[in-house]
């Protein structure tokens, strides 16, 4: 079943209508937020879907609201009625939560940017359609009486679908928003599948012949081996006279000795010894060094008002902080943000990735949401989220003092 496109004709005109006037929108903007919606929300699940944990989340998710179906029909009059439209908008709102907790608010900003309508309203179409799109999932289940692994394996048939039908522009704004790394390779793989692609990983690895010779000792119409042998028997005869003349005088004399170098011997010198025990390799990115009480947005402006600057220069995000309970921005850093804004802004081709750095592995999640709310506030601010890009890594690096920080890399300008 094509998820995808089943949704799209599912968005009847008296749906829409009936959607646009429970948000107070236009129609016509509405539909557009529905169709990414659906899309997101579609690749959205798939994602979640690609492990064994995730898969059975969602099966327990339909499982717990009787998603079966039941709401395929009715749906367009149950918008016409407020209170009910609010309970299903509630509930799909809590299911996404609940399954993508990362992923919401991202997806609501992008939803917003593209279709030009206020984030609560984007919340709503956002809820609506996962709630609908779950229905239609748990029918697939009850239909087929599917288990986990059947509802995963029937979210990464979507895959193609995706890939084929929706538009590539805004597949690929919506892969971005959703930090998928491969849509070609996204899915859930049964350990069949996995075994299966290991023994042909190893058998890749082999060498393809085991006598890398082979060709020249198995042509029989060219003597390689006479030739081979002969010139094999030269260089030992020429290397043995050479060997003779020049230290034939003291063979037996230095036969008769212990064989044990005594003087010393002039080693070549390590390279690596000239520099300090302390120098290591960095693990993290390397940064730029500036002036101390310079902002992110001054190293980025000096940055892209030289000439000979290059897309790949990182920075250190100096200057924010974040609240430890939400991992959101803290109040004193909505200056340096605001900044970081303008300069975005005025240069329509610069492009940034976030990346959370730690030390510590336990926390590459909360660093992640770090840098994934530097995310969501640019786009609020109106910068477009396909600019943007987030990533949260774990370093052995003890150049730092210990803590948390943003490292911000220059991906195009």
């Given at each position: 079943?094509?998820?995808?496109?089943?949704?799209?004709?599912?968005?009847?005109?008296?749906?829409?209508?009936?959607?646009?006037?429970?948000?107070?929108?236009?129609?016509?903007?509405?539909?557009?937020?529905?169709?990414?919606?659906?899309?997101?929300?579609?690749?959205?699940?798939?994602?979640?879907?690609?492990?064994?944990?995730?898969?059975?989340?969602?099966?327990?998710?339909?499982?717990?609201?009787?998603?079966?179906?039941?709401?395929?029909?009715?749906?367009?009059?149950?918008?016409?009625?407020?209170?009910?439209?609010?309970?299903?908008?509630?509930?799909?709102?809590?299911?996404?939560?609940?399954?993508?907790?990362?992923?919401?608010?991202?997806?609501?900003?992008?939803?917003?940017?593209?279709?030009?309508?206020?984030?609560?309203?984007?919340?709503?179409?956002?809820?609506?359609?996962?709630?609908?799109?779950?229905?239609?999932?748990?029918?697939?289940?009850?239909?087929?009486?599917?288990?986990?692994?059947?509802?995963?394996?029937?979210?990464?048939?979507?895959?193609?679908?995706?890939?084929?039908?929706?538009?590539?522009?805004?597949?690929?704004?919506?892969?971005?928003?959703?930090?998928?790394?491969?849509?070609?390779?996204?899915?859930?793989?049964?350990?069949?599948?996995?075994?299966?692609?290991?023994?042909?990983?190893?058998?890749?690895?082999?060498?393809?012949?085991?006598?890398?010779?082979?060709d020249l000792t198995e042509n029989p119409t060219f003597p390689w081996k006479a030739i081979l042998g002969g010139v094999a028997l030269l260089v030992v005869l020429g290397g043995g006279y050479?060997?003779?003349?020049?230290?034939?005088?003291?063979?037996?004399?230095?036969?008769?000795?212990?064989?044990?170098?005594?003087?010393?011997?002039?080693?070549?010198?390590?390279?690596?010894?000239?520099?300090?025990?302390?120098?290591?390799?960095?693990?993290?990115?390397?940064?730029?060094?500036?002036?101390?009480?310079?902002?992110?947005?001054?190293?980025?402006?000096?940055?892209?008002?030289?000439?000979?600057?290059?897309?790949?220069?990182?920075?250190?995000?100096?200057?924010?902080?974040?609240?430890?309970?939400?991992?959101?921005?803290?109040?004193?850093?909505?200056?340096?943000?605001?900044?970081?804004?303008?300069?975005?802004?005025?240069?329509?081709?610069?492009?940034?990735?976030?990346?959370?750095?730690?030390?510590?592995?336990?926390?590459?999640?909360?660093?992640?949401?770090?840098?994934?709310?530097?995310?969501?506030?640019?786009?609020?601010?109106?910068?477009?989220?396909?600019?943007?890009?987030?990533?949260?890594?774990?370093?052995?690096?003890?150049?730092?003092?210990?803590?948390?920080?943003?490292?911000?890399?220059?991906?195009?300008?």
């Amino acid at each position: 079943m094509n998820i995808f496109s089943y949704l799209k004709d599912y968005l009847s005109a008296d749906l829409v209508e009936a959607m646009a006037s429970h948000i107070n929108e236009d129609a016509g903007k509405t539909r557009q937020a529905a169709e990414v919606t659906a899309l997101s929300v579609v690749a959205a699940f798939l994602k979640r879907s690609s492990t064994e944990s995730g898969a059975k989340a969602m099966y327990k998710a339909i499982e717990r609201e009787n998603l079966y179906g039941n709401h395929l029909g009715p749906l367009s009059a149950q918008f016409r009625d407020r209170d009910q439209a609010s309970q299903i908008i509630q509930k799909g709102s809590n299911l996404f939560s609940h399954l993508l907790p990362d992923k919401r608010s991202v997806l609501i900003a992008m939803i917003a940017s593209h279709a030009r309508i206020r984030s609560s309203s984007a919340t709503s179409v956002l809820g609506a359609m996962s709630y609908l799109t779950l229905d239609i999932l748990g029918k697939q289940v009850k239909d087929q009486n599917l288990d986990p692994v059947g509802l995963a394996m029937v979210l990464r048939n979507q895959k193609d679908y995706l890939i084929k039908e929706a538009d590539p522009e805004l597949l690929d704004k919506v892969v971005t928003t959703l930090s998928i790394e491969d849509m070609e390779r996204i899915g859930y793989v049964t350990p069949t599948e996995e075994a299966e692609a290991e023994v042909v990983s190893r058998t890749r690895t082999r060498p393809q012949t085991e006598n890398p010779y082979a060709d020249l000792t198995e042509n029989p119409t060219f003597p390689w081996k006479a030739i081979l042998g002969g010139v094999a028997l030269l260089v030992v005869l020429g290397g043995g006279y050479y060997a003779w003349q020049q230290y034939g005088s003291t063979v037996q004399s230095a036969a008769l000795q212990d064989t044990t170098v005594t003087e010393e011997v002039a080693l070549p010198t390590d390279s690596t010894a000239r520099y300090p025990d302390s120098t290591q390799v960095a693990t993290t990115p390397a940064t730029a060094t500036t002036p101390a009480g310079e902002s992110l947005a001054d190293k980025l402006t000096q940055h892209l008002n030289n000439p000979l600057s290059k897309a790949g220069k990182t920075f250190v995000f100096e200057g924010i902080t974040f609240d430890p309970l939400t991992n959101e921005p803290t109040p004193q850093s909505i200056p340096a943000l605001d900044g970081l804004a303008a300069v975005l802004k005025k240069n329509p081709n610069l492009q940034l990735k976030f990346t959370g750095v730690t030390r510590q592995a336990a926390n590459k999640k909360n660093v992640f949401k770090q840098a994934n709310s530097i995310k969501a506030y640019l786009t609020r601010a109106g910068v477009d989220i396909i600019r943007l890009d987030v990533a949260s890594f774990v370093t052995q690096d003890a150049g730092r003092s210990g803590e948390d920080f943003i490292v911000v890399k220059v991906v195009q300008q």
